[in-house]
């Protein structure tokens, strides 16, 4: 999506994908920088490792403790987060989601999940159920909902009536023959009006078609994806990202070409 972006722009700019090993990882970045590159996005698990290794962090990182991105300049490196902006914006322009007062369903407590959360409350959702495999990483991220968002009626398990909104952060889906991460036998695809896996490959993931089948409204991660790219872009460029050649791009390589 981002060579598409650059070619669009006129850019004469080139995106490559490494494989570092987190322990190359500093010396990695300090090379990158050394031979000129505009900047990075990282992934897991560098996610939290760069956060001491960039010489200043914006006020995203630092919010929500990973850096997803960094700029080189003349000033050293800036670690940035564009993911969970990225998540608002797919839910509002994928579902239609209407967050302020909502009532969220949250599967899963590790990065996305946990960034998902706070940035669910920060946008000034009424409540918060968070539910989890291993349910102290639910209760550790409720813990830190009620002090910083106070306002937020946060528990963990599943709720009696009825959501908003379901969202899939686990890994669950991904892999043929996964379980599905919602269990119906506590919560049935009736109680809740949307669903949304940050799942985008298969594009439909059991949940998702489960979901669709009961009625809900459905949309899977590749907006979150799309927007975490594209606002990366657009801290390296200085120039808006042309997100429909992005997502059209991004979308081919990740389901093939179009049919006509
Ligand atoms: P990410 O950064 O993508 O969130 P992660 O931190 O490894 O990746 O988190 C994966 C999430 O999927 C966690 O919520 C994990 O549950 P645990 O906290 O109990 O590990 C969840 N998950 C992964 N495999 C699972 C499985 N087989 N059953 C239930 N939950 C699973």
């Not at 920088?33 to 990282?42: P, Q, T």
């Not at 969970?84 to 797919?90: G, L, M, P």
């Not at 599967?107 to 102290?136: C, D, M, Q």
Request: aromatic share 6%; glycine share 10%.
């Amino acid at each position: 999506m981002h060579n598409a972006g650059f070619a669009a722009l006129g850019l004469n700019w080139c995106y490559v994908a490494c494989e570092v090993d987190p322990k190359n990882l500093r010396a990695a970045i300090a090379g990158a920088r050394a031979m000129g590159f505009a900047g990075i996005n990282l992934t897991v698990p560098h996610k939290l490792l760069a956060l001491d290794m960039v010489d200043a962090l914006d006020a995203s990182a630092k919010k929500w403790g990973a850096v997803n991105t960094i700029h080189f300049n003349e000033h050293g490196a800036t670690g940035f987060n564009t993911d969970a902006d990225a998540i608002i914006t797919s839910l509002r322009e994928d579902l239609k989601a209407g967050l302020p007062g909502a009532k969220v369903l949250l599967l899963g407590a590790g990065g996305a999940g946990r960034t998902a959360a706070l940035k669910l409350a920060s946008e000034g959702i009424a409540e918060l159920f968070l539910v989890n495999r291993t349910p102290s990483k639910a209760e550790e991220i409720a813990g830190e909902i009620k002090k910083q968002f106070p306002s937020v009626k946060v528990s963990t398990g599943y709720p009696k009536g009825s959501v908003d909104l379901v969202l899939n952060a686990t890994s669950l889906g991904l892999k043929p023959g996964d379980v599905s991460p919602l269990d119906q036998k506590q919560f049935t695809l009736a109680q809740t009006r949307a669903v949304y896996d940050m799942i985008y490959r298969p594009a439909e993931t059991p949940l998702l078609q489960s979901a669709r089948d009961a009625g809900c409204k459905t949309a899977n991660g590749l907006g979150m994806l799309l927007y975490q790219g594209a606002k990366a872009f657009e801290i390296w460029t200085g120039r808006a990202a042309p997100i429909e050649v992005m997502r059209r791009a991004l979308v081919e390589n990740i389901y093939g070409p179009a049919k006509s």
